[in-house]
């Protein structure tokens, strides 16, 4: 019995990994889930500004961290040709490349900005947390206004 | 035989006399003209922000004070043709600095040009319609104190038979009414009978909220059987989300629709995009009141095709 379940274990682990292997040649589902990771990270980082989830300094660098990774690498994830299929990405990305690049620099600006501010271990208390973050969520909507096409 | 051309001609001469009737550009009476106050151009602001002139109005892409610039420009593409939203700026040459408040109110309400011609409901005439007289009359007033900006916009590009603005008034006869579409909350809402109100008026007035929200007909006309259920970007590429409770922010709270139009966040903080961040930036400069209201109409509307 304790073999058929290490076996099963093994089988459901290895089958995650085919399934991120055939991920990880698909931009768009890469580009995707670091989105993913930012809305995460948004949604927590926004539920202690609201006071819904109670703020603590960890949580706090962990939401800034999220948002500064995903900022550093999601561009890299458009390449020509990506924008055909199952995507929200606007073709202005590809038509006005360099206006997205600078939303991009501009996104991963303020997120470095919010990693340097927040220390070793994160911002003190939650107004920390907000004049760190406010330029970074300053972000999402002009770039998804003028980089997103809702389907 | 010529008795049947003389009868072809007569019967021709009458359609098209009837036709003509028919298509007159129609304006206020003389009893909503007289109704027109004065006009508050503090509770005019409010309305300026609630009906999005500044989304068309300014230049695309303008932030701040320059927001208040409307000297036009944007262009809508769409299947009829190309509209570019004119000059409103207070310029008396480009703009309307010349119009009188008579000839505002009728732009507003009965979608007709100081000219007496027919204006195109890309300006949303349709849902202005249903503003009061009064909340139109502050809104000229606040508009006169905007600065004026000299240079007209380009001229619409439209195809046969869409140029001809006469056959725009057959168009008004089917859509333009200043009744409310939605009648009374769905059945079984709790939404407090003043805020619903409220917050009907603004949405189905000077929000015009169905004229992207709802689907339209063949002829461009919202197709009120399926009000705010989502539709077809009429300009650009994408899908408009349906706002019923059916629809896509059928899982929204009261406080969740409130919310994003005050911030810009879905409840699962993706933000706001496309044309709607204009529009949630002027729904962040209403009242929180008013955006209650939003919220309690848009959580008290009955599914589509029940209203």
């Known amino acids: 019995m304790r073999k058929l379940v290490l076996g099963m274990a093994l089988a459901a682990v290895t089958s995650l990994g085919v399934t991120s292997v055939i991920a990880a040649d698909?931009?768009?589902e890469i580009r995707k889930s670091i989105m993913q990771s930012v809305g995460a990270a948004a949604?927590?980082?926004?539920?202690?500004?609201?006071?819904?989830?109670?703020y603590t300094p960890a949580a706090g660098k962990a939401v800034i961290a999220a948002m500064d990774a995903s900022a550093h690498s999601f561009?890299?994830?458009?390449?020509a040709g990506s924008e055909a299929g199952d995507t929200?990405?606007?073709?202005?990305?590809?038509?006005?490349?360099?206006?997205?690049?600078?939303?991009?620099?501009?996104?991963?600006?303020?997120?470095?900005?919010?990693?340097?501010?927040?220390?070793?271990?994160?911002?003190?208390?939650?107004d920390a947390f907000k004049a760190a973050m406010g330029p970074v969520f300053g972000n999402c909507k002009s770039c998804h206004e003028a980089f997103r096409v809702k389907k | 035989m010529k008795k049947l051309v003389a009868i072809l001609v007569i019967v021709g001469l009458a359609g098209a006399a009837a036709g003509w009737i028919l298509t007159v550009p129609e304006t206020l009476s003389k009893t909503?003209?007289?109704d027109l106050p004065s006009g508050d151009p503090v509770n005019g602001e409010l309305l300026f922000w609630a009906g999005g002139c500044t989304s068309c109005h300014a230049a695309p892409g303008a932030t701040g004070d320059d927001k208040l610039l409307l000297g036009g420009g944007?262009?809508?593409?769409?299947?009829?043709?190309?509209?570019?939203?004119?000059?409103?700026?207070?310029?008396?040459?480009d703009g309307i600095g010349g119009w009188s408040k008579v000839d505002f109110a009728n732009a507003m309400l009965t979608g007709t040009s100081p000219q007496g011609s027919h204006l195109y409901p890309a300006f949303p005439y349709?849902?202005?319609a249903r503003m009061t007289l009064s909340d139109v009359a502050d809104l000229y007033a606040f508009m006169t104190f905007l600065p004026a900006v000299s240079g007209k916009a380009a001229a619409h590009e439209l195809g046969f038979p869409f140029n001809i603005r006469r056959g725009l008034g057959l168009w008004k006869l089917l859509n333009l009414s200043s009744e409310p579409v939605v009648s009374a909350p769905a059945a079984g809402s709790d939404a407090d009978p003043d805020l619903w109100q409220r917050g009907r008026y603004l949405v189905e007035g000077p929000g015009h909220c169905g004229e992207c929200h709802t689907p339209r007909d063949l002829m461009g006309g919202l197709d009120k059987s399926r009000w705010m259920s989502g539709a077809a970007a009429a300009s650009g590429e994408g899908r408009v989300p349906g706002l019923d409770p059916e629809s896509d922010i059928g899982s929204w709270s009261a406080a969740d629709i409130a919310y994003?139009?005050?911030?810009?966040?879905?409840?699962?903080?993706?933000?706001?995009?496309?044309?709607?961040?204009?529009?949630?930036?002027?729904?962040?400069?209403?009242?929180?009141?008013?955006?209650?209201?939003?919220?309690?109409y848009l959580q008290a509307l009955p599914a589509a095709d029940t209203n």
């Open chain 1, 75 to 79: 561009g890299s994830f458009f390449p």
């Open chain 2, 260 to 296: 994003y139009l005050e911030s810009g966040f879905t409840p699962e903080y993706d933000s706001v995009g496309g044309e709607m961040v204009s529009v949630q930036e002027n729904m962040a400069r209403l009242p929180a009141g008013d955006r209650e209201a939003i919220a309690a």
């Open chain 1, 43 to 54: 949604g927590l980082g926004g539920g202690m500004m609201k006071g819904e989830v109670a």
């Open chain 1, 26 to 28: 698909d931009p768009i």
């Open chain 2, 126 to 128: 349709t849902s202005y």
């Open chain 1, 88 to 126: 929200t990405a606007s073709p202005k990305i590809w038509e006005d490349a360099a206006g997205f690049e600078a939303a991009l620099a501009k996104f991963s600006e303020t997120t470095g900005a919010a990693m340097a501010a927040s220390g070793k271990s994160g911002p003190a208390d939650v």
């Open chain 2, 74 to 93: 944007l262009k809508l593409e769409t299947p009829f043709g190309d509209f570019v939203a004119p000059n409103i700026s207070s310029d008396q040459e």
């Open chain 2, 32 to 34: 909503q003209i007289a």
